[in-house]
């Protein structure tokens, strides 16, 4: 069995991987988390794995934890992820993500382990693309347009670093917008699909409010895209970076449009100014070619699914 390290295991990402993981029957999985509430994702698989609890930015309890567990592999999944939130405590952002995988990276290196690490950035590193630049791939600027981006270029860099620096064997992803059920609040289809679960129930008026739905986004299912990242592992050239994602964008508005045909019940929807961003690019979609072409991934949830998926997980907790 082969000794594998999630971080943020209990996120949503972490959660799926964590199950894909263990349908593959040849992964020893230890899972580290904060949150003890966050744990309800994994209930299902608990007593399959091995959890510690701890924060990742303290430094002596990550260096005990890779002494401890030796892990053959490393998916660092761990971060604060939520974009809206990143416009309200910019800092906080930046520091908790770039220091949390400076210490694990730190303590790897500290106790030469030789492990084949996974560092998780994101497409926001891209940011506003100009048309021109579409599809997006590896080499496409950085455009970042707030501080949650900017944290993930850190993170991205700072593994690219420790490649070069010290020959780790380090693979960088960057996955597109990947959605499904257990996603938290703050994040475009969840909103949608808690708010439309709510005026289901009558919790909540027959209104949903937001903001600007003309932005595209290349969605990806998060059982797809936990996929990739075990590819990736596997069969990535250390010191790269891959894009992930399905290769075509949909406007939020089609989003939208598809999760309300789920609905039995009228809902109108009104634009409300509190919810429009400084800063949206109105096109985001990826060029997968490099992830095929060394991995064979491809999409194959549908997007609908996704949604309908997403729509009966909000209606069975509202």
Request: proline letters at 3%; aromatic letters at 8%; a neutral charge.
């Amino acid at each position: 069995m082969v000794k594998a390290l999630i971080t943020g295991i209990s996120g949503f990402a972490g959660s799926f991987l964590a199950e894909y993981l263990i349908s593959q029957k040849t992964y020893a999985i230890t899972g580290t988390y904060l949150s003890s509430k966050s744990l309800e994702n994994l209930t299902d698989i608990k007593k399959k794995l091995d959890l510690v609890q701890l924060d990742l930015t303290d430094q002596k309890s990550v260096s005990q934890l890779i002494e401890s567990k030796q892990p053959e592999i490393v998916f660092h999944l761990a971060a604060l992820s939520t974009v809206g939130a990143s416009f309200e405590k910019p800092a906080e952002t930046i520091t908790n993500n770039v220091v949390a995988q400076v210490y694990l990276l730190e303590a790897i290196r500290k106790v030469n382990l030789t492990c084949r690490i996974l560092i998780v950035s994101s497409a926001d590193v891209y940011g506003k693309v100009a048309k021109d630049d579409l599809p997006i791939d590896e080499e496409t600027k950085f455009n970042p347009t707030n501080a949650y981006a900017v944290s993930k270029i850190a993170q991205d860099f700072s593994g690219l670093q420790y490649f070069l620096s010290y020959n780790m064997q380090i693979i960088r992803a960057r996955p597109f917008n990947h959605i499904g059920p257990r996603q938290s609040l703050g994040f475009v289809v969840s909103d949608f699909a808690q708010k439309i679960a709510r005026i289901e129930k009558g919790s909540h008026e027959p209104v949903l409010k937001v903001g600007n739905l003309e932005p595209k986004r290349d969605f990806t299912d998060v059982r797809d895209m936990v996929r990739a990242y075990e590819s990736l592992l596997k069969k990535g050239v250390i010191g790269d970076v891959y894009n992930i994602g399905s290769g075509k964008s949909y406007k939020i508005s089609e989003i939208l449009d598809i999760l309300l045909s789920f609905s039995n019940v009228k809902i109108r929807v009104e634009t409300e100014s509190a919810l429009l961003r400084p800063q949206d690019s109105l096109d985001r979609v990826c060029n997968n070619a490099k992830l095929v072409a060394v991995t064979g991934w491809k999409r194959e949830i549908a997007i609908e699914q996704t949604l309908k998926d997403t729509l009966d997980y909000w209606r069975d907790i509202v």
